[in-house]
């Protein structure tokens, strides 16, 4: 056997080894990343009706930008959060949101916002991205909690800014309601309950804490115009 065509066998036998084992490597990442359940249920967050939003007045003036939430990993993510203790997660089988929880929140808020017809432009911050007003959102709890009897429950801290970043007002919204069956059925069912009842504390809050501003904001700004006006100029 001549040592030429021996060395030719051995650089393809090695080849097909690489060939192989890239194979194998491709075929084990593929394995572990995780698949979408194309027959999951997928479930969404409604906004509240005209009915439950109603005030009294004119639309205030002013335009409104709602932030994109802020939230923990746990939690920003489009499967249904279960919390099995004070620190541990659980995820449903079988039923997830339609997008990331935080950003579902966000979508009923502003559609709700709109449907209060209590003022005049809302709309997230790539909409009204000059707005008088941003509507800073922390969802602290958005998830069945199981260390008791299973509920749901939904934390919200907003925060009430202008375009200089200075705080007009600080609330934390905060409900539970009983998860009647452990499935994710249920329990998006619950939160939605849950944000039925927050959402309208959430828009009169939000919307009588901006006018108040906005009329302080303006009195400041005419007694600022008075001031320069009562300058006398030299002749």
Not at 87 to 95: D, N, P, T, V
Not at 142 to 168: C, K, M, N, P
Request: aromatic share 6%; hydrophobic share 45%; with cysteine.
């Amino acid at each position: 056997m001549d040592a030429p065509a021996s060395g030719r066998r051995r650089v393809i036998r090695l080849r097909y080894t690489i060939a192989g084992a890239l194979a194998f490597c491709l075929g084990a990442c593929v394995s572990v990343l995780p698949e979408a359940d194309p027959a999951a249920a997928r479930y969404g967050i409604e906004a509240v009706g005209s009915d439950a939003l109603s005030g009294d007045g004119a639309p205030a003036g002013w335009s409104l930008a709602i932030e994109d939430p802020v939230a923990t990993r746990a939690i920003d993510v489009s499967k249904i959060a279960l919390v099995k203790s004070g620190s541990e997660y659980a995820y449903y089988a079988g039923g997830e949101w339609s997008d990331r929880a935080p950003r579902l929140v966000q979508l009923a808020l502003v559609r709700s916002f709109q449907n209060s017809g209590r003022i005049v432009a809302v709309g997230g911050r790539t909409s009204q991205p000059i707005a008088d007003f941003g509507l800073q959102l922390d969802v602290r709890s958005f998830e069945a909690d199981a260390t008791g009897a299973l509920s749901a429950h939904v934390a919200i801290y907003a925060r009430l800014t202008d375009v200089r970043g200075e705080v007009y007002g600080a609330r934390l919204f905060e409900a539970r309601r009983p998860v009647a069956r452990d499935n994710p059925a249920a329990v998006a069912s619950a939160l939605n309950e849950v944000m039925t009842e927050l959402t309208p504390q959430i828009v009169d809050w939000a919307i009588v804490t901006g006018s108040s501003s906005d009329d302080a904001r303006q009195s400041r700004k005419s007694r600022r115009r008075g001031a320069i006006d009562a300058v006398p100029t030299n002749s």
